[in-house]
């Protein structure tokens, strides 16, 4: 389970620990530097490439304890998860800051375009079936394919729009005045947030499923090896 994989891989003496231990102490500088005159997106930047090595690390514990499968399912887990608190900053901006417009845009504001939103829904939906032939078996991965499939009509529909008009923002599917019904009560940045939960959830549920099976089939080879060593 989880609990046996956080021991494995961040035990006291383990080099995951450190290098984790070292990139929060360096995102923690980073983002009190902000203090100092860096703009939030050179910091979201920052903190951005200060993971990656950590990300890539782990990555590789969790391919030697259970393959290239667990190994990219996390790597999407990630992003995904870099890709939520992006949106959140956009929602806090809007309903507790109060910004409006291009200042409401995230912690990155450049990658808030309609291409970067559909080229990040595109690498979801690639993504996703492609860690089907890994876990074509896994029911959580099957509805996160199909809510993916939808997330991605709804950006293709968006950019249809955008090159049609030159007009970025649009509600899409389900925003404020979407094509859908008229849309929900919620502008387009609210209802892309709770997108962002819902693809968040699903792959925690995921990856947490796969871990479990595959913390289960090692248990029995973990023992067998103790016996004959004994």
């Not at 998860?81 to 910004?99: F, P, R, S």
């Not at 089907?132 to 099957?142: A, E, P, S, T």
Request: net charge positive; glycine share 8%; aromatic share 14%.
């Amino acid at each position: 389970m989880a609990v046996s994989l956080s021991r494995r891989i961040l035990n006291a003496r383990s080099l995951s620990l450190y290098v984790l231990s070292g990139t929060v102490i360096v995102t923690t500088v980073l983002v009190a530097s902000a203090w100092l005159g860096l703009k939030l997106w050179e910091v979201g930047v920052f903190v951005l490439l200060a993971w990656c090595p950590c990300v890539l690390y782990l990555m590789s514990k969790l391919h030697r304890l259970y393959g290239w499968g667990m190994a990219f399912l996390f790597l999407l887990l990630i992003t995904q998860t870099a890709h939520l608190i992006e949106h959140t900053a956009q929602v806090i901006e809007l309903h507790i800051l109060g910004l409006k417009g291009a200042q409401a845009s995230g912690i990155i504001g450049q990658l808030n375009t309609e291409w970067v939103h559909l080229i990040w829904n595109s690498w979801v939906l690639v993504f996703c079936f492609f860690l089907v032939y890994w876990f074509r078996k896994n029911y959580w991965l099957w509805g996160l394919a199909i809510f993916a499939v939808y997330h991605e009509a709804e950006h293709l529909y968006i950019i249809s729009v955008y090159l049609r008009t030159g007009i970025a923002g649009t509600p899409g599917f389900l925003g404020k005045g979407g094509l859908f019904w008229g849309g929900t009560p919620w502008i387009r940045p609210d209802v892309h947030f709770a997108y962002a939960v819902i693809e968040e959830a699903l792959l925690l549920a995921i990856f947490i499923s796969e871990l479990r099976k595959a913390s289960i089939k090692a248990a029995p080879a973990s023992g067998s090896r103790l016996a004959l060593a004994s």
